[in-house]
């Protein structure tokens, strides 16, 4: 039987107002929604606090705020944010911390532990291990601090990396704490290592899992791992690798891809290995894209060059984007009088420059320093020890340092000498209050 034809003509208009998300089923096609979680959710007034954003709006702009203390974010391709904040004081026990972009927002609570440091002696710490004078490890870690308890935190790379427990139980008896941070790197011959992340997280700790790409002992010239080889997709299938096997795993990770990137001794630099200007940043991005593409949020992308130095390439044409960038770190090392063309320099000379180059590049988002140390020819290690601690815990967005506990070109562990030892013992123990 034939409808009429006004009755026709207004269900054909009744079709055309459906909306695109209604499927065939009839019901409608939901995206996950907003979250945020944060890390640590509890401690006194003035704790900052790394928060992590999933479901937003891609490549959106938002604000981040608890009270009257609001930062800026921008959400990657996947709708993925992190970003730090610094909890104000409040009268109420609970401060919601809330990130809004455009009308998705999404809140989570944090309890504050005291009103503000000062209002309350927490309980004290136990004494930490001595190192024995055999200088082998310690069975027994001492365990990290408390959450709220510091604004900096101390992380580390072994030669062992996050596997090598005794080589991070030594470092804890050394530091009086346990690292919270641990390096890790890999080549493009690599596969995504779980074991070393979840070996991590399972001493409370966050892999910085250095993303390196290049053969190991290959040198800088490298032509199968040029740039724009990368961005061609000569690598998709590894990079999907990894980005599945990352997502799967499921916790969070900070990747550091092509760090040091502004000097010229890595063949990811645009300086060698046939690379060219804005070589860098294309290959970054088509790596963040692919990996994204497998559904990995988890993932903290951090950007780490070195710190700028005369001859090094400017930051400006190496950085990838806000919305494709979550955290910032640089790279630095005092090498005293180590080597020949080397002068001693203190924690301000050394990162003054590149920490305001990062925040006129990168407003708002954390700053990590992912690998530092000194030599102990030129100066006293145990000073700039102290000095580095206080230096970096006074800058309100940066998050974490990485003590470099290698011997290395010159011998950059924290135990290079009993004083410089026990200075950054102490210097830890201080900010922590």
């Keep these: 039987m034939r409808l009429p034809k006004l009755l026709a003509t207004v269900l054909a208009a009744l079709c055309l107002a459906l909306p695109a998300s209604i499927t065939a089923a009839g019901t409608p096609a939901q995206a996950a929604p907003a979250a945020i979680t944060l890390d640590p959710a509890s401690g006194p007034a003035g704790t900052t606090v790394t928060v992590t954003g999933t479901g937003f709006p891609k490549k959106s ?31 109420d026990p609970v401060v919601p911390v809330t990130a809004a972009s455009g009308r998705v927002s999404a809140s989570a609570p944090f309890t504050l532990t005291y009103s503000s440091p000062s209002a309350a002696d927490p309980a004290p710490e136990p004494a930490p291990a001595a190192a024995p004078e055999d200088g082998s490890a310690t069975s027994t ?6 959450p709220g308890t510091s604004l900096l935190r101390f992380g580390v790379g072994t030669p062992g990396g996050p596997l090598a427990s005794a ?70 299938p590894y990079l999907r690798q990894w980005g599945q096997a990352l997502a799967t795993w499921g916790h969070p990770v900070m990747l550091r891809f092509g760090h040091e990137m502004n000097g010229n001794w890595y063949p990811w630099s645009e300086q060698l290995n046939g690379n060219g200007p804005g070589d860098y940043v294309a290959a970054w991005r088509h790596v963040h894209d692919v990996v994204a593409s497998t559904g990995a949020a988890n993932v903290t992308w951090v ?106 070109e010159t011998d950059w562990r924290i135990n290079s000498s009993t004083a410089a030892a026990d200075a950054l013992r102490s210097a830890l123990a201080a900010r922590r209050g």
């Design 167 to 236: 080589e991070l139980d030594e470092v804890a008896a050394l530091a009086g704490e346990a690292p919270s941070v641990i390096l890790s790197y890999k080549d493009f011959n690599q596969a995504p290592p779980l074991a070393e992340l979840e070996a991590a997280r399972s001493r409370g700790a966050m892999v910085l899992l250095t993303w390196e790409p290049w053969a190991w002992g290959g040198g800088t010239s490298q032509p199968a791992y040029a740039l724009d080889r990368i961005t061609a997709g000569d690598f998709d």
């Design 303 to 408: 950007w780490n060059p070195n710190v700028p130095y005369w001859g090094s390439a400017p930051l400006t044409a190496l950085y990838p984007g806000a919305t494709y960038v979550d955290a910032v770190a640089l790279d630095g090392y005092n090498w005293g009088t180590s080597a020949s063309w080397s002068t001693w320099v203190s924690p301000s000379q050394l990162f003054g420059q590149g920490l305001a180059e990062l925040r006129g590049l990168a407003p708002g988002k954390q700053i990590l320093i992912g690998e530092t140390s000194a030599a102990e020819q030129g100066g006293s290690k145990a000073e700039w020890a102290t000095s580095l601690v206080g230096y970096l815990a006074a800058q309100g967005d940066v998050t974490a340092l990485t003590w470099f506990h290698f011997n290395k």
């Design 61 to 91: 702009p938002g604000t981040l705020s608890a009270g009257a203390n609001a930062v800026p974010f921008t959400a990657s391709a996947s709708g993925y944010f992190t970003a730090a904040l610094v909890i104000p004081e409040s009268a």
């Design 141 to 146: 870690a001492p365990s990290a601090p408390q």
